[in-house]
């Protein structure tokens, strides 16, 4: 298990039997001057022991903040889950046609740019959906290797081998792939994007669906090697060097979205970052599918409930193609509309109009938003979706505030003209502490400055073990059964901490803001007993 470290560039913890070590240059707009991020393998597999020699660590000079590396595995609540294996619909393009993307095909020009999209996933595997012809193999990397060997193992009986394979055929799969097993059947997949090429990363696997190391590393190489965009169908725990590497690759002028998540009460990382585009799933009705996770940092909605994708059936994981349902792939819907928009305009002339002005992800964010399709009214719910409620409260119609601005119109988008230059306001430095304490924010659903005082109230470490505890407690909770979080974060969002996300009633009203912040915290000081470090309970108030 992996601690990770913000030191001074020169420096080396000690006393953490660190076997291997690999920094990770972040720009210095981004952290404090003069630190970067050191990644240190211990001999525990205890994720408990770990985060206490997070606290050991953090005692050393040179070192300004400790903490664990986020790993999601099969079983964790924010892991992913097999959908089984559905037929695709009778119309199995279905999506395309409700995002518009025949008719953007259109709005082309006849020689457009070949946009380059970068990949981090599980890589790639030999499928009749997937043409050789549109990966770019010499560039594909393997995060825990360092190697050119980006190949999915899709190892039998194993269900979440090949997502890497099933989300790259949503953008590049072809008009006339044929199925080995049924020659004669027409193709019922076709990618969203035209003539454009992937890199596959191969940066999770069965054992580990999300690490923030592995994407950080993914990340980093993909915008040294200048990727036009980022598609991120992965979502897991947050880290500031995930978020730096985030933002170095949106000031170079690369379109980043990532899948906001489902079944779990908080939008995931790195989707929750706001240099993010994160992504919503609808469904064939123009509804929310029911189980994508709400949240005021999703921007957009695409489908993403029964799309028709390549996968792998048990046993012998043979070629198949089926309806699969995630915000794993809505997600590649958004790349895609930001690949036509590329193509449309012209990557010259893209960075002619924002020379020294905002990145290219706002400027698309803005018109992304700005063409998205509200349904008005929401459709009948049918089949599946008849049983869809927002909550307690029937859904009837589009919550922005949950699922975005809209659903993506990749015509409207590629119509509208190109919004003024403006120059951006710099970003704030990434302070690892900082970070943490957003993080925390987001999760229980109030400012930082809430969360700040909730946990002070709950814990009571000296001032120099605190922001490992901000860290621990943030992962503690991420890694929370979806009830009992979501139980906590109606708790949190009550009036007296903040505004009410919802028409919730369920709970008794706090009679102030300071019986709020003492009720959460007495609600959060079991939970971290119960599941903290050893240093971690010893600091409980």
């Not at 690490?211 to 979502?235: K, Q």
Request: include cysteine.
């Amino acid at each position: 298990m992996k601690l990770l470290a913000a030191c001074t560039q020169s420096a080396t913890p000690p006393g953490v039997g660190a076997t291997q070590q690999d920094w990770y240059e972040v720009i210095a707009s981004d952290v404090v001057p003069g630190t970067s991020f050191l990644a240190i393998d211990t001999d525990t597999t205890s994720r408990r022991e770990a985060w206490d020699a997070a606290y050991d660590l953090i005692a050393d000079d040179h070192v300004s903040w400790a903490g664990v590396e986020g790993v999601v595995k099969p079983g964790h609540p924010l892991s992913s889950h097999a959908s089984g294996v559905t037929p695709c619909l009778p119309n199995s393009t279905w999506a395309s046609q409700l995002m518009r993307q025949p008719e953007a095909l259109k709005l082309l020009p006849v020689d457009p740019d070949q946009v380059v999209i970068g990949h981090p996933d599980t890589g790639w595997a030999v499928h009749y959906q997937l043409p050789r012809s549109s990966l770019d193999l010499t560039r594909a990397r393997n995060a825990f290797t360092g190697g050119t060997d980006a190949e999915d193992p899709v190892e039998p009986n194993d269900p979440f081998d090949g997502h890497g394979t099933c989300t790259s055929s949503l953008l590049v799969s072809g008009a006339n792939d044929r199925e080995p097993l049924h020659p004669g059947r027409p193709d019922p997949l076709i990618g969203y994007c035209r003539s454009d090429i992937v890199v596959p990363i191969r940066c999770a696997s069965n054992v580990i669906q999300f690490s923030t190391t592995a994407l950080t590393w993914s990340i980093e190489y993909l915008t040294s090697i200048g990727v036009d965009i980022i598609t991120i169908s992965l979502g897991g725990l947050p880290s500031a060097a995930l978020q730096a590497a985030v933002r170095r690759a949106v000031e170079n002028n690369i379109i980043v979205v990532a899948a906001g998540g489902q079944s779990f009460p908080v939008t995931p990382y790195p989707a929750a970052y706001p240099e993010c585009v994160a992504v919503a799933a609808s469904t064939l009705n123009d509804r929310p599918w029911k189980v994508t996770t709400a949240s005021t940092a999703i921007d957009i909605s695409a489908p993403g409930h029964l799309v028709c994708v390549a996968d792998f059936i048990a046993p012998g994981r043979t070629q198949v193609t089926k309806a699969g349902s995630g915000t794993s792939y809505a997600t590649p819907a958004i790349a895609a509309a930001a690949a036509l928009w590329i193509a449309k305009w012209g990557r010259s002339t893209l960075s002619a109009k924002y020379k020294n002005a905002q990145p290219l992800q706002f400027v698309f964010k803005e018109v992304l938003q700005k063409t998205a399709r509200i349904p008005r009214p929401l459709h009948p719910p049918q089949g599946e979706d008849a049983t869809f409620v927002d909550f307690v409260i029937p859904l009837t119609s589009w919550r922005t505030d949950r699922y975005g601005a809209g659903i993506v119109d990749m015509e409207a988008l590629l119509r509208a003209p190109l919004p003024a230059a403006t120059r951006r306001p710099a970003a704030a430095r990434i302070s690892p502490a900082d970070h943490d304490l957003a993080a925390l924010g987001h999760v229980l659903g109030v400012s930082p400055e809430i969360a700040a005082q909730v946990l002070g109230k709950a814990i009571t470490p000296p001032d120099d073990k605190r922001p490992v505890s901000v860290a621990e407690t943030v992962d503690i909770l991420l890694g929370t059964a979806p009830d009992t979080l979501n139980a906590i974060r109606w708790q949190a969002t009550e009036p007296q901490l903040g505004d009410a996300k919802s028409g919730f009633t369920g709970l008794p009203r706090p009679a102030s803001s300071d019986e709020a912040v003492a009720s959460l915290a007495a609600t959060l000081r079991p939970i971290l007993d119960f599941k903290g470090s050893r240093s971690m309970r010893r600091y409980l108030a």
